[in-house]
């Protein structure tokens, strides 16, 4: 009996090592305009997975996370075009799944229309449960037509929800007008004919922040944030999480590939961790990290120079070598 058995597990081994094969390509990191990506080299299957149907998506996976934060380092739009970020609340008590995905759909529709526009979009739960949206967008021209799109198109979605009443942050007692109803508030309690006048909906509900381009990172940092799973208690949506709108616009950006001992590698890995502030990323396989592509050549040249592998001079790398620490 203990023979059999083993030999059953000698079996089982031999099958696992026939479907993997080590690679022996050197490590690598892809200098991308919007992010860096480190790859360590894998085993790679060779057979692929039998065909079969996707279920249903209930929860945000870490291979889903991995691809969105590549796909943000990765992709850029056409030459010329004006990237925005976005984010799109709804107002007032909270409201189910399929109510939001309403709302959703006819957005997009509004979208559609536009016509020179493509965009990244990811969705989350705030602390509240209530679902909001987050982002990426690339347009011809940010106009006050695109603007309009943008904000009173999504307050008029948000009349497909129907009349609203319940707890508010307003302090004061009055009521507002409009052609889409009447909304009435008192301290504590609001109730309106449409959410878009929800106290607070013409400010809050929707957010745009123009020429992302110019800020240091800083909105690609964010959305990278809401693609990883720091942020536990807003993981619960069930359903699609992120995806790709106007695709056909968008293309993948050129990359600045270097290749390195693993040895090096290790000294990159452990320096990004400290400059990007993910102390804790993985540093196996493939990873994504958001900073300057400037910051990243540098960053490789100095490992490489310590190993041998890079013979050139680097401008000023002590003195970013020891701000880089300080982050």
Not at 237 to 261: C, D, F, T, Y
Not at 303 to 322: D, H, Q, V, Y
Request: proline share 4%.
């Amino acid at each position: 009996m203990q023979t059999s058995k083993r030999e059953l597990m000698l079996a089982l081994a031999n099958s696992l090592k026939s479907q993997l094969v080590q690679r022996s390509a050197p490590c690598m990191v892809s200098i991308y305009p919007h992010g860096t990506i480190t790859n360590r080299g894998a085993s790679v299957s060779l057979r692929t997975p039998p065909g079969r149907r996707r279920g249903a998506i209930k929860t945000f996976s870490r291979a889903s996370a991995a691809r969105l934060r590549r796909l943000l380092a990765t992709t850029c739009g056409p030459d010329g075009w004006q990237c925005i970020g976005a984010t799109l609340t709804v107002p007032g008590p909270e409201i189910t799944a399929a109510e939001f995905r309403r709302v959703w759909r006819a957005f997009r529709l509004r979208l559609f229309r536009l016509k020179d526009i493509a965009f990244i979009w990811r969705v989350e739960l705030q602390e509240r449960g209530q679902p909001h949206l987050h982002l990426i967008c690339w347009v011809k021209s940010y106009t006050g037509r695109i603007f309009g799109c943008f904000h009173t198109g999504w307050l008029e979605c948000l009349g497909l929800l129907g009349p609203a009443e319940g707890p508010c942050k307003k302090k004061s007692s009055g009521y507002s007008v409009s052609d889409w109803g009447r909304c009435d508030w008192k301290p504590g309690w609001a109730k309106t004919d449409h959410r878009g006048l929800w106290p607070g909906a013409l400010e809050r509900a929707v957010r745009v922040k123009e020429t992302i381009e110019n800020n240091e990172w800083g909105w690609w940092r964010y959305l990278a944030a809401h693609a990883s799973k720091a942020k536990q208690a807003q993981l619960g949506w069930q359903g699609r999480q992120w995806g790709v709108i106007g695709g056909q616009n968008l293309h993948k950006a050129p990359a600045e590939v270097l290749q390195m001992s693993r040895k090096a590698m290790d000294k990159i890995i452990r320096r990004l961790r400290r400059l990007t502030g993910c102390l804790y990323a993985s540093g196996h396989g493939r990873q994504t990290w958001f900073d300057s592509p400037s910051a990243s050549r540098r960053i490789c040249q100095w490992a490489m120079s310590l190993t041998g592998e890079f013979k050139g001079e680097i401008s000023n790398c002590g003195a970013f070598l020891k701000s880089s620490l300080c982050r």
